[in-house]
């Protein structure tokens, strides 16, 4: 039976907008499916992505699993021979995927275009500033800085911050739930012996996340391998360390057990913390130089991709300069730099499910969905 | 003219000298044929070796030279010793010192038999001084040329042709059969790429070229206008033109054939939905619609958003073209655009076979393929159908995105191929006894082409010189070039025949076949076999000759049963001499066999050459004499060299049939239907068939060339010593 196909221009000319701009001059080939390191044997992609793409057939892209079997070493792009840029299909496929699988929707379009940015900034920028206006009245408070006195943490960060952890979570089962069931709209369904979803996923983390193994296959490009490492553990480490202080906060106002901040430079949590934030740093350098480096004939760098970066650059600044401030005494511009600090948090935490940050949640599952369903790539 | 007086000059370097018994040849030379002047020179091509030549040809009245050295092929230039002197080389440097392969015989008691290289170059040499003993002084058949040029066809090709020719100096006629100059090229909305970086379709610029042609003060143009009747031959064609009921008669030089192409007839594309889904239309009513600014569904009038574009609609389908048009793929991309062009939501689909968008047109390729609202896949066609609510439904299948497929669209565009203007119907009107229309290889599809490798734009007809989409589907840019390449062969054509000299592929050529009308009878095969319809004949069938239309390639020679036709230097009865030069051992056993190779000069004697030269060596038993064309191959050779004992006869030439390599087109083709009945002839003379062969030789086949000989050889030995020798 003959498929009716009505392709969907405006979805053609959005994919060129997220990133794929070069998706027509494919001629499929199949050299980008043939070099691909984590291509699959059995219908590989990025070829019928690619054709997919050029008939703007929609339905068959949003379904798709393989989106996020590819790590976007960019080995198919530069093989190309009419520099058609796979990788940057894909990745502009993923975009999409951001934009579109969590709701409310409004915030995927915000997240799309640097046109949108203000409001993103100002949300929490007028949210910080009423606290900052209701604890001391815009001014720079006397004393021993300590951010607290601004930004109280039973008052103000904490609720918020736990509001918006929920409202994430709640964000991404919606949105998780929405990409498993376009994947099994798209036939990709458990068999009888398969195992489950949450042991194919603890085994995806320990053997693909945290040994961040896929992106070593990706022999072309090995730079990004420690960039993502580091950034990755940067994360984990600072995690941490915000999940103790939130324990040893509460534990020390209900139990009277723990501690508050500031700690002191040599407390092991406070060494932690550095760290990470170092670790970030050194990542962050690495990923920036690469995304310069980058041949624009081979890759081109979407805004989703400079959106993240800058926003966890801004973040990882404003984290340091407002300690070593406030370590130097100089109140008004630690206070300030804590305050834009706790913007691009907002910022980067707020609006994950939305942001290229998500792949986290979304290539972890679909990993784990991959494995579940047997999915594997041809070196596997 | 005075006496004949033979000069002889061996030349003894190129390793002829070390190799040969000098003495023997000399004292063999002297003896038989006792030239007046008789040298052995080192390095005879230098400046002192031709002073030589030219101190004898001054001081001792020499008129005929015998060069025994290297290849005609080679020096050609050097040996030329003017008008005067009649010049023949003997090719004892390929033909005998470098190919020659020591047999081993004894040594022989019979005194007139020498060792196998000295017998060689002794037979060579004889030989040549025998074609000089016959030979003529070259005579052309002076013509007092008219040096205008017809166009026939003002299209694209055509008038870029008139105005080459114009402007190179020539008086051109221009005749077109539309009111308006410009045919297709006219009729476009816009035309494919001709420009850097090729991406870009343009406006057609057509209007300039006409504007050229119609102030031009050297091209007569004739609208409504067709040719009736073309008489005579190049240089003095006479042909009346029909215009708008009024005939004329014009007298033209050459002709260039630039009638170009039509359309294949859509009504016989009814599995596409032609003619009866009406909403499907072909790609030159696509051009119409859009130049006329209605791109709308013929159905109803709506706007077109949505458009399918089949390629191939009838063109690779041995049911219908069986041949690619060159163009439609570009053709569609361009008009893919024009349903793209007033809406960014309209769609256009390319259904293709393969996108074939040659050098640099791929340019154009990737740029409308980059739009996003153009969709290509290679498919087949499976269905075209009509929906209820008026769209028109495609099937495909075997697409690139591994499912069969449909979409329905408003329009469906039927690229639809080319169709030469000479393949149904007579263009040309030719008056001569072979008939109107160019003769049909049947291999180019009714195209008027020819070899394209080595003989672009003639036609089997001298003096008419088919240029553009008449010859072979193609783009406008290759047209223009065409039109510039029949131009200069018009011209060539022209600047010949004015001068009484062949005009191809034997260019400047002064000898042409002459007839010794007193013996023949009239037997038609001279007229019939000319492969150029060179020959018009009267109500008897008594041939006439029409030397400006002749390729001088001697078919009509070798067709004579009665030997009436001879050219001043090529003639039955020379070779025969020729032959008779040849010394055949009574006994094989100990002279060795003896074998004729008869060699077509235009690819088998280079591989011959090239052969030698790359130190291939064969049997030592075959003698070569080179012939103009295997076409003109006289069966008296054979006779000849059957009767006098020699044990097989081998014909070396071009390749013949579909691959076709032959100069003449037919020569090596109609030789092999005469060796067919020399075949016979000899069985009933009790001589087996296989002693007379013949060969193909492609020129790249060189180094397959001893392998040949000696595999004939020793095929021919099988059946032992002919029975006739020494009779």
Redesign the interface.
């Known amino acids: 039976?003959?498929?009716?196909?009505?392709?969907d221009?405006?979805f053609?000319?959005e994919m060129?907008a997220a990133g794929g701009e070069s998706l027509?001059?494919c001629?499929?080939c199949a050299t980008c499916s043939v070099i691909c390191p984590l291509s699959p044997e059995e219908?590989p992609f990025p070829r019928?992505e690619m054709?997919?793409a050029?008939?703007?057939?929609k339905d068959k892209l949003v379904n798709d699993i393989d989106i996020w079997l590819c790590h976007n070493c960019g080995e198919c792009s530069d093989y190309c021979p009419?520099g058609a840029k796979p990788a940057d299909l894909l990745a502009a496929l993923r975009n999409t995927a951001y934009t579109s699988l969590a709701r409310p929707a409004v915030l995927g379009k915000w997240m799309s275009s640097a046109r949108y940015l203000p409001i993103l900034f100002i949300i929490p920028a007028i949210l910080f500033l009423i606290v900052w206006a209701a604890t001391t009245g815009l001014t720079i408070p006397e004393g021993e800085i300590i951010f607290a006195k601004v930004f109280p943490t039973l008052a103000a960060i904490d609720p918020i911050f736990i509001l918006v952890t929920i409202f994430v979570i709640f964000t991404f089962i919606y949105s998780v739930g929405r990409m498993l069931s376009s994947f099994r709209e798209a036939g990709f369904v458990p068999g009888e012996n398969s195992p489950s979803l949450l042991s194919s996923l603890g085994g995806v983390i320990k053997d693909q996340v945290l040994t961040h193994v896929k992106f070593k296959d990706c022999e072309t490009n090995q730079d990004r391998y420690p960039g993502h490492l580091f950034v990755f553990y940067g994360f984990i480490a600072l995690a941490v360390v915000t999940g103790i202080i939130a324990a040893a906060y509460w534990g020390d106002k209900l139990f009277d057990v723990g501690f508050t901040t500031p700690l002191a430079l040599w407390n092991p949590v406070k060494i932690l913390a550095n760290l990470g934030g170092i670790a970030l740093i050194v990542g962050l350098v690495y990923m920036t130089r690469s995304r310069l480096n980058q041949d624009p004939k081979m890759t081109v760098n979407s805004y989703f991709d400079w959106y993240l970066l800058g926003v966890i650059w801004v973040v990882v600044v404003t984290g340091f300069l407002a300690q070593i401030f406030r370590l130097a005494d100089a109140a008004s511009l630690a206070y300030t730099i804590y305050y834009l600090h706790l913007v691009t948090v907002f910022m980067l935490f707020a609006y994950l499910p939305w942001s290229k940050l998500a792949h986290l949640v979304y290539r972890t599952v679909a990993l784990a969905y991959a494995r579940q369903i047997g999915r594997a790539g041809f070196r596997e | 003219m005075a006496d004949k007086k033979t000069g002889v000059y061996i030349c003894t370097d190129c390793e002829i000298g070390e190799k040969l018994n000098m003495e023997k040849v000399t004292e063999y030379i002297n003896e038989e044929c006792s030239p007046a002047v008789m040298k052995q020179l080192p390095f005879l091509c230098s400046k002192q070796g031709v002073e030589e030549i030219k101190k004898d040809i001054d001081g001792e009245g020499i008129n005929r030279v015998c060069i025994a050295a290297c290849s005609p092929r080679v020096m050609w230039d050097v040996f030329d010793f003017g008008p005067d002197v009649l010049t023949e080389r003997v090719n004892i440097r390929e033909h005998a010192v470098w190919s020659f392969r020591d047999p081993g015989l004894p040594e022989p008691e019979d005194e007139e038999l020498a060792d196998p290289l000295t017998m060689m170059v002794r037979d060579y040499i004889r030989m040549g001084i025998a074609r000089l003993e016959k030979s003529e002084y070259p005579e052309k058949e002076p013509l007092d040329a008219v040096m205008n040029v017809l166009v026939m066809g003002g299209g694209l090709t055509g008038l870029k042709a008139a105005l080459d020719n114009a402007e190179t100096g020539y008086d051109v006629v221009l005749v077109e059969k539309e009111d308006k100059l410009g045919g297709f090229a006219a009729k476009m909305y816009r035309q494919t790429p001709t420009k850097h970086p090729y991406t870009q379709a343009e406006n057609p610029d057509i209007g300039e070229l006409i504007r050229k042609v119609e102030s031009n003060d050297k091209i007569k143009v004739m609208t409504k206008s067709e040719v009736q009747l073309i008489k005579g031959a190049p240089g003095r064609y006479i042909v009346t033109v029909n215009s708008g009921g009024e005939e004329q008669e014009l007298n033209i030089g050459s002709i260039v054939l630039a009638t170009g192409w039509k359309p294949y007839d859509a009504n016989k594309l009814g599995h596409l939905g032609y003619g009866k889904i009406k909403n499907v239309v072909t790609n030159i009513e696509l051009e119409t619609m859009a130049k006329e600014g209605k791109l709308v569904r013929p159905s109803d009038g709506m706007p077109v958003k949505s458009a399918a574009f089949i390629q191939c609609a009838g063109q690779r389908d041995p049911e219908h073209l069986p041949y690619c048009s060159a163009v439609c793929c570009m053709v569609s991309l361009k008009q893919a655009k024009y349903i793209r062009e007033k809406d960014d939501d309209a769609k256009a689909f390319i259904f293709y076979i393969d996108m074939r968008t040659p050098g640099v047109y791929e340019n154009y390729y990737r740029e409308v393929q980059d739009d996003p609202g153009i969709f290509l896949t290679k498919s087949e066609i499976q269905e075209v159908s009509e929906d209820p609510d008026g769209q028109t439904i495609v099937k495909v299948k075997d697409t690139l995105l591994g499912e069969d497929l449909e979409v329905a669209v408003d329009l469906v565009v039927l690229a639809t191929g080319m169709v030469s203007t000479i393949s149904d119907e007579a263009v040309l009107k030719l008056g001569y006894r072979q008939g109107e229309q160019l003769p049909d290889l049947d291999l180019f599809n009714g195209f008027a082409d020819s070899n394209y490798i080595c003989f672009p734009y003639e036609t089997r007809r001298t003096g008419i010189y088919a240029a553009g989409c008449v010859r072979q589907p193609m783009s406008m840019s290759t047209a223009k070039d065409d039109a510039a390449g029949a131009a200069l062969k018009s011209i060539q054509c022209l600047e010949s025949v004015n001068r009484g000299l062949s005009v191809h592929p034997r260019s400047l050529d002064p000898t042409y076949p002459k007839f010794n009308m007193v013996r023949c009878t009239q037997c038609k095969r001279c007229t019939e076999e000319c492969p150029f319809g060179a020959l018009d004949d009267d109500e008897k069938g008594t041939p006439e000759p029409n030397t400006p239309r002749c390729r001088r390639c001697g078919t009509c020679m070798g067709a004579c049963p009665e030997r009436v036709i001879s050219f001043d230097n090529y003639s039955v009865s020379m070779l025969n001499e020729m032959i008779a030069a040849i010394q055949v051992p009574d006994d094989e056993e100990e002279g060795g066999y003896r074998f004729l190779v008869l060699v077509c000069e235009n690819d088998a004697y280079p591989a011959l050459d090239m052969a030698a030269m790359r130190k291939h060596k064969w049997s030592a038993s075959v003698r070569f004499i080179g012939i103009r064309c295997l076409g003109s191959v006289n069966t008296q050779w054979i006779a000849e060299s059957m009767s006098k004992g020699m044990d097989g006869v081998l014909l070396l030439g071009c390749v013949y049939g579909d691959d076709y390599q032959c100069h003449f087109m037919k020569g090596s083709e109609l030789c092999n239907k005469r060796m067919d009945n020399i075949g016979e002839t000899l069985e009933r003379l009790q001589v087996e068939a296989e002693r007379v062969q013949q060969k193909q030789v492609a020129i790249d086949q060189y180094d397959q060339i001893p392998k040949i000989i000696d595999d004939f050889i020793e095929e021919v030995e099988g059946f032992g010593p002919n029975p006739y020798k020494g009779f």
């Open positions: 039976m003959a498929t009716r196909i009505d392709p221009v405006k053609i000319r060129q027509k001059k001629y499929q219908s019928k054709v997919w050029q008939w703007g057939m009419r």
